[in-house]
């Protein structure tokens, strides 16, 4: 007796028949990526700082100099070939602790952005769905945390909650998803009235069904595209809270700290500062570039460049 189960040349090709608009969509959107130099340089540059991020750790030359090491004879040091980046205060190696912060950095961002998107979707996703009484109590909340200046909440809340790396990620989150709450909701209320939601609730799917399976999908192109740029700047808020003090705290190196401390010493040391400055600059440049390309990517309306 013949079997009933289909090959699986016979699977790829119906899901690709199936799906050959999208498919179509994201070769164009791949093409348009390809073309656009600036992207491809930011996608390169993630690439690499992401690299460095993984195994910076197991390949920095003074490994100790994060982990509370002081060196009073080698302190201020100028870049050298045994120091590439020079020293600080303290004689730890400035170049070692720049590649480690690095990972600090990214696992922060991952978590800031991670908490921030799971609130903001998920409040946006009930307040552009149910509308009514829950929408304007949402959007309220939104409104008034989208009143307060960027930096200055989570410096309160990080103040408040102590230094330390947890209370500046803390801070950082709770603070972070309005922007994604009324980027889902304006999404929402624009998708929900089309007509394959109106099939959806026709067939009787329930609403936890229509808002996940439906409609959220639809928005996770304005989702990626507002995280890949949002990511630089939380490296960016995350150092600034450092700056100042309240953010990460030594011996754990952190970019935003170790230019505080190289201020002390400019212009003379002027290598403390520079070189996490660099390595941050770098960093939210390359973000955003991959942003503006994941954006002609993923948008099927976008214009050949």
């Avoid at 791949?30 to 340089?41: D, E, G, V």
């Avoid at 212009?267 to 770098?282: E, Q």
Wanted: hydrophobic share 50%; aromatic share 10%; with cysteine.
């Amino acid at each position: 007796m013949a079997s009933s189960v289909s090959p699986p040349s016979s699977r790829l090709a119906r899901w690709r028949e199936d799906h050959a608009s999208q498919l179509s969509d994201l070769r164009r959107g791949l093409f348009r990526f390809a073309r656009n130099r600036l992207s491809l340089l930011g996608l390169w540059i993630v690439v690499v700082m992401l690299g460095v991020a993984v195994t910076g750790s197991t390949w920095v030359p003074f490994p100790g100099d994060t982990l509370g090491d002081v060196h009073m004879d080698n302190r201020l040091q100028p870049p050298n070939a045994t120091h590439w980046f020079g020293t600080d205060d303290a004689g730890r190696d400035v170049f070692t602790r720049v590649i480690v912060a690095t990972r600090t950095s990214f696992q922060v961002g991952l978590i800031i952005l991670g908490v921030a998107i799971s609130i903001g979707v998920t409040l946006g996703a009930v307040a552009g769905y149910v509308g009514g009484t829950p929408n304007q109590i949402i959007m309220r909340l939104t409104d008034v945390m989208l009143t307060f200046p960027g930096i200055f909440l989570p410096m309160a809340l990080a103040a408040a909650l102590g230094r330390g790396m947890v209370p500046a990620m803390l801070a950082l989150s709770v603070t972070w998803w309005p922007g994604y709450c009324r980027l889902v909701e304006a999404q929402m209320l624009k998708v929900r009235e089309e007509d394959f939601v109106a099939g959806a609730r026709a067939i009787g799917a329930s609403q936890r069904r229509v808002i996940f399976r439906h409609i959220l999908p639809n928005t996770l192109t304005a989702i990626v595209v507002k995280a890949s740029m949002d990511f630089g700047f939380a490296v960016l808020a995350l150092a600034s809270l450092g700056f100042i003090g309240i953010g990460i705290q030594p011996p754990e190196p952190d970019w935003g700290s170790m230019i505080a401390l190289g201020r002390r010493f400019m212009p003379g040391a002027w290598w403390i500062s520079t070189f996490p400055g660099l390595f941050m600059f770098v960093m939210v440049l390359g973000f955003n570039l991959l942003g503006d390309g994941l954006r002609d990517l993923l948008d099927p309306n976008a214009t050949v460049k």
